[in-house]
């Protein structure tokens, strides 16, 4: 029996920026059976809470693509955090790459770039995650005002920011095509401590090599008392995958990549197709 449902939110739960009203549904029908429901991301705790506040949401979250683990309050129940000594050598390998990145801390977004490369990372951010707008002033608007650009903290001092108390979730950072993050990818890849994921196939994302989505949902299951085969698993990218190898319950989306359908126990339907609320259907169901 599924005690557990746990699901991704870009190209899974969301479409368009937003939760369908299907999804929202299931997702209520779950939570009324007794199902716990979670939402495993890329994101930071902080891109999240607006959706649960809109959609009435109450449930934990895995962020920073299991950076940290939040319970229903947004309280941080474990974190997982990057080792300092390896933050200029990332920021290195990304600027050689000519990538900016934004860091995801438990303080907030901070930057190693300028603000003019900022800004061009999230006009081709605006891009990725709103592919359905091409009018360059709309994507110009949408980059102003993202609360990433908004709300960045720019490092002046990176020896000072080191030794401050801020802890390093992730980072991430974003390109115009997959070839232009080839290089850069190879050489973090090589680097020792770290693992190299994405959520889109133009973006990289760099966590602690023991911060991954499987392990630390596998963790806050085990906390509660709940075994692996009670846990079914909702996703459709690369930043997904240690969930579909930690849990033998997995729903992959119809537009998921292929390297996650061909270890997903399921396929649902896409998430312009609501493919979230026909898994949990199915689950209840069963």
């Known amino acids: 029996m599924i005690k557990l449902i746990a699901s991704d939110m870009d190209g899974t739960l969301i479409f368009d920026q937003k939760i369908s009203k299907e999804n929202l549904e299931a997702i209520h029908a779950a939570q009324e059976k007794g199902i ?16 649960l506040d809109q959609y009435g949401l109450t449930c934990e979250c895995v962020v920073l693509n299991g950076g940290e683990y939040r319970d229903s309050a947004g309280r941080i129940v474990e974190g997982i955090y990057i080792d300092k000594s390896l933050v200029t050598e990332i920021i290195s390998i990304l600027s050689e790459g000519n990538l900016a ?6 303080d907030g977004y901070y930057t190693a770039n300028t603000e003019e490369e900022i800004f061009d990372s999230m006009i081709k951010r ?12 709309e994507i110009y608007q949408n980059a102003l005002h993202h609360p990433h650009f908004v709300n960045m903290k720019y ?21 115009d095509s997959a070839d232009e993050l080839k290089g850069s990818r ?13 959520s889109f196939t133009t ?7 023991y911060a991954t989505k499987g392990r630390i949902l596998a963790k806050a299951a085990a906390r509660m008392g709940i075994n692996k085969d009670e846990v079914a698993i909702l996703g459709d990218g690369f930043n997904d995958y240690s969930m579909f190898v930690e849990f033998p319950n997995s729903f992959a989306m119809e537009n ?15 998430n312009v197709e609501h493919g979230v609320a026909k898994a949990i259907y199915r689950i209840l169901e069963r």
Request: glycine fraction near 4%; proline fraction near 4%.
């Open 203 to 209: 973006n990289i994302e760099i966590n602690d090599r």
């Open 126 to 137: 605006s891009k990725i995650f709103r592919p359905h707008i091409t009018d360059p002033n």
């Open 256 to 270: 998921a990549i292929p390297e996650i359908k061909e270890v997903a126990k399921y396929i649902t339907a896409s």
């Open 186 to 198: 190879e050489k973090l890849n090589k680097l020792a401590g770290i693992v190299v994921s994405s």
């Open 155 to 175: 490092i002046t001092n990176i020896d000072e920011f080191l030794k401050s108390d801020v802890e390093i979730g992730k980072f991430i950072s974003f390109a």
């Open 101 to 106: 990145s934004e860091i995801y801390t438990n």
């Open 36 to 51: 716990k429901f979670a939402i495993a991301t890329g994101r930071a705790y902080d891109d999240v809470k607006p959706y």
